[in-house]
Nanobody, 124 residues
Framework: QVQLVESGGGSVQAGTSLRLSCAAS????????VAWFRQAPGKEREFVGV???????YYGDAVKGRFTISRGGTSNTLYLQMDTLRPDDTAAYYC??????????????????WGQGNQVTVSS
């Protein structure tokens, strides 16, 4: 059984940093595309970024240059380093895994497995 569990969220001030983690069981991240999405209240789930198994990464325009996705030392942990946080980064953050290709990385249907979500709140 595949399970993804996010952690590391919380409430921070604008301009600071936070790192989210996603721990996987039943699957290894090395074999799939792994991504982060976020969803603010009343809004659709938004693509944050993706890490392909060849180590290529792609980011949404809203976070490009501020957020970084990486794998941990084991193949079962994914990180999202968030720097220079802004109030509009406030959302529930989800990790996801699937067989997405470059043309489908922003499509939530390209990902088969999802974490439960982890809240990040950024105050001004």
């Amino acid at each position: 059984q595949v399970q993804l569990v996010e952690s590391g969220g919380g409430s921070v001030q604008a301009g600071t940093s936070l790192r989210l983690s996603c721990a996987a069981s039943g699957i290894t991240f090395n074999n799939y595309a792994v991504a982060w999405f976020r969803q603010a209240p009343g809004k659709e789930r938004e693509f944050v970024g993706v890490l392909f198994r060849n180590a290529n990464t792609y980011y949404g325009d809203a976070v490009k240059g501020r957020f970084t996705i990486s794998r941990g030392g084991t193949s079962n942990t994914l990180y999202l380093q968030m720097d220079t946080l802004r109030p509009d980064d406030t959302a529930a953050y989800y990790c996801a895994e699937g067989s997405a290709i470059l043309s489908s990385i922003r499509n939530i249907n390209a990902y088969a497995y999802w974490g439960q979500g982890n809240q990040v709140t950024v105050s001004s």
